[in-house]
């Protein structure tokens, strides 16, 4: 019999849900049939922990006396969105310093959730109801209104791996990518993945609790470039960059052990996002595609080092995580991950327990996402022509 959230959620309740990690589940697979699998485990918990450049913070820093109408935002050297009326930002993670092309917005967002000052530099034209020019302070997570995550595009449902056939070194944010094809970044948790293990969404959409950065978050929209019209391998996994989630979640209350700024050579800051999300086993279709392998997940190497970074083969994350793949023409090439599945690895475990502790409880999307999307590129116009 089919199973719901609310069964499933009376289970937490009475400390009798069945919790494991999805590589676990996968393991269990390999014994029993997915009906007993459907029967016996009630939540696969789910994760992923790798550089999401599309986010950042909303701040509200409070009201200067006398008040100021901030025009030019920059924190630690950082420029922030000046547009969200006197006194509230938005800072990109990929935002650059002024003074230092290494620091950027995700620092500043890592420094804030670690308890650190920073420096808030502002400035306006002032107005008889804002009458303050410039300011100059510090502020930190406790001086400030609110502060909280909210990321545009991150958890892709899968990610090409790359690689690079010109003659010289490539910098990406896929890393650091060697001349002639001597090496292949990849940057996703393989069988861990949320969105991997939940291929068409049935169990996920708006209103979605999970966990993110070290607490509750939600997914409040698809994310940017979310895409349903990716060709699929027989086991309904997209072959690139498939599906999107936008989330939010309260940054005072996260932890630097899963919001982590980097700094890629010669490309620039991005930050690393902790995504942990609980699947509900609800009936042996649902267990199927949870017991989901690195060997049945495929994805697509593209060549960075060319226009519209053309195909160069296809693998699985069974290859990627062994150390090397032998692309077409017979060449063996190194793989490296950009995610860390050890941090994957800690945010399933840590989300099972809290719900294992009654501390988590799944929740009913609230709204599916869209059955069919694209993305759309963006192409010269003139004089605003169709």
């Not at 007993?36 to 992923?48: I, K, M, P």
């Not at 910098?171 to 861990?192: A, C, D, F």
């Not at 990716?230 to 939010?248: S, W």
């Not at 990627?320 to 941090?343: E, I, M, N």
């Amino acid at each position: 019999m089919a199973k719901t959230i609310a069964q499933i959620n009376e289970k937490i309740k009475t400390g009798k849900a069945v919790v494991v990690t999805a590589e676990v589940f996968t393991k269990m697979a390999k014994e029993k049939s997915l009906a007993e699998l459907a029967q016996e485990v009630d939540v696969v918990t789910t994760a992923t922990f790798g550089p999401m450049c599309s986010s950042g913070a909303i701040i509200n820093f409070g009201h200067w006396s006398p008040g100021i109408r901030m025009e030019e935002i920059s924190i630690n050297g950082v420029s922030a969105y000046e547009g969200l009326a006197a006194v509230d930002t938005y800072i990109g993670a990929t935002s650059e310093s002024k003074f230092d092309p290494t620091y950027g917005g995700a620092n500043v967002i890592e420094d804030l959730i670690r308890g650190k000052d920073v420096r808030l530099h502002a400035r306006g034209k002032g107005t008889d109801c804002y009458p303050t020019k410039e300011i100059d302070t510090w502020i930190n997570k406790e001086t400030v209104n609110e502060f909280y995550l909210f990321n545009p595009r991150n958890a892709y449902q899968n990610y090409a791996a790359a690689t690079n056939s010109t003659n010289r070194i490539k910098y990406t944010y896929m890393g650091s990518l060697l001349p002639r094809y001597s090496n292949v970044t990849y940057s996703t948790s393989g069988e861990l993945s949320p969105l991997l293990n939940d291929p068409f969404l049935r169990t996920i959409g708006l209103g979605t609790r999970i966990f993110l950065g070290g607490t509750e978050g939600y997914v409040v929209w698809n994310g940017t470039q979310f895409n349903t019209r990716r060709e699929r391998n027989e086991f309904g996994i997209p072959k690139l960059p498939g599906a999107t989630l936008a989330v939010i979640g309260d940054a005072k209350q996260m932890s630097a052990d899963y919001i982590r700024s980097a700094y890629y050579e010669k490309y620039g800051v991005s930050l690393f996002v902790g995504i942990g999300i609980p699947i509900p086993v609800l009936d042996e279709r649902m267990a199927k595609h949870l017991s989901i392998s690195n060997d049945q997940i495929e994805t697509t190497i593209l060549d960075y080092g060319q226009e519209n970074h053309p195909a160069v083969g296809t693998v699985s994350y069974a290859e990627l995580a062994s150390g090397s793949v032998t692309l077409p023409d017979g060449k063996q090439v190194k793989t490296a991950p950009l995610s860390s599945l050890a941090k994957a690895r800690e945010i399933a475990e840590l989300l099972g327990r809290w719900i294992r502790e009654k501390r988590f409880f799944l929740t009913e999307p609230v709204q599916m996402f869209p059955k069919d999307s694209f993305v759309k590129p963006l192409v010269p116009r003139e004089g605003g022509e169709q």
